[in-house]
């Protein structure tokens, strides 16, 4: 089984890393990419372009910002498609599962597959994240399990597994949206520190939890907005659906805004 | 010191047993209320009507659903201003700094405190909410420390223990919002078992949170609507103000749909 990972960020590089040194056939390539991630993908099979992979392989695993993944899938479909049932495109982002299925339709007649991945980037010996799969053609890609991949089918077709991923998604970094914005409010106020006493008096978990979470979502949150916007779109008919525009408008923010961060670092210090 | 609670609600009734049980002089109203609260003001002095209790006290605890919060203190401004600073009107309800000025603006020359309340009815020998207390007035009803009361000032002026009580609330009831929405939509996804399990492998002081958070919401719902209103307003500038709008339209349909009820129960039961 040839695998490609398109493309080689964090998340995909070390995915990428994992299947390499458990001894799978996986390459990427460095097309349109910076010195970061050719570090990244050091060791790594490299082919020239994104194109020359979607040819070789038999399994392209899409890994990528969440506002990236359909255009992607329209940009192989002229090598993919030809293909047919000779090559699978697993869709391993955090999209809607009506964006999962656009990607799908827009690779028509290909295996396909709709992969959530949940937990971060594999590191070291650790099981990994757990990569949940669902359509008809998830069992073809059981191997992966011998190959270093937390892989777990589950039923539902397509979109199930995106769905998973939305709903994980959306209570993780939700509740770190929400510690975000009711931080910035307080400090607004000058309640800063008497919210910080009583959190700590009385919701000791909930405080650790955003204490972890909150500095480690400054360096992610401009992916994050793409995100939430996956999320507000999968709530459909839920009148939900708001609170994922505003924690993405919060997100775009706090991505461009150090002094949003100086004053979440502030909140949410350990001491 | 001669104090009306004003409603004898959920909380106002409790709080006012809670001070009668400590020797306080403490009276309510059941004008315009039904068997419920009369049965919850079991054993307290009862006045004729609002405007004879706003007469006779020396403070007013205004505890309502946040929506009534202004239009009690415009009821009752022909019988307090009058009287100047020989009485003081405690806001305590769950709104926004502004709405908090807004009370504290119809009702000019009078004594006012701004109280925010956080946690449950006191109940039995418990050490009952807190009341958080700002304004330069707070100090005044320092004595409610002596009659059972967990009373706390804080610094920041009036607004300040409003912007508490939404920062709280709008952790705590917010996550009860995400829990519910990504419940719902992994339901309609048919992703609702895999999401579970995956929370409660990997997040489960998360999900033991919503376990208790989201069944004991029901009942409320129709409550939190006015409140998450007032912390959308409290967000200001802050642009992640949708996030409460979105979880005020929840809550709204939860407290008027038992599909979604039901299908949040299953989701959140305990086994």
């Known amino acids: 089984m040839k695998i490609a990972v398109i493309a080689p960020g964090m998340m995909g590089a070390a995915v990428a890393q994992r299947l390499h040194a458990c001894r799978a056939t996986v390459a990427v390539t460095l097309e349109g990419r910076g010195a970061e991630t050719a570090a990244r993908a050091a060791g790594l099979m490299q082919l020239p372009s994104e194109a020359a992979l979607a040819g070789w392989a038999d399994v392209v695993l899409s890994i990528l910002p969440p506002g990236q993944a359909l255009a992607l899938a329209q ?118 520190d008497a919210l910080r006493a009583e959190l700590a008096a009385s919701q000791p978990e909930v405080l650790r939890y955003l204490q972890r979470s909150v500095p480690d979502m400054f360096g992610k949150a401009y992916r994050w907005v793409a995100e939430m916007e996956e999320i507000s779109a999968f709530l459909g008919d839920i009148p939900a659906a708001p609170i994922y525009q505003g924690a993405a408008r919060l997100y775009e923010r706090i991505a461009t805004d150090p002094d949003s961060v100086a004053k979440l670092r502030a909140f949410y210090r350990k001491d």
Chains 1, 2 share one sequence.
């Open 75 to 192: 940009r192989l479909a002229p090598v993919l498609v030809p293909r047919g049932k000779s090559v699978i495109f697993a869709d391993c982002n955090a999209v809607s599962p009506a964006t999962a299925r656009d990607v799908a339709a827009a690779l028509p007649g290909i295996g396909f597959v709709d992969i959530g991945i949940i937990g971060g980037p594999p590191r070291g010996d650790d099981a990994g994240p757990r990569l949940y799969a669902s359509g008809d053609d998830a069992p073809q890609l059981q191997d992966l399990t011998t190959r270093g991949i937390d892989y777990r089918i589950i039923p539902g077709g397509i979109g199930a597994a995106s769905a998973l991923k939305m709903g994980y998604a959306g209570i993780t970094k939700g509740i770190t949206a929400l510690g975000s914005a009711m931080a910035l409010g307080a400090t607004e106020a000058g309640a800063a």
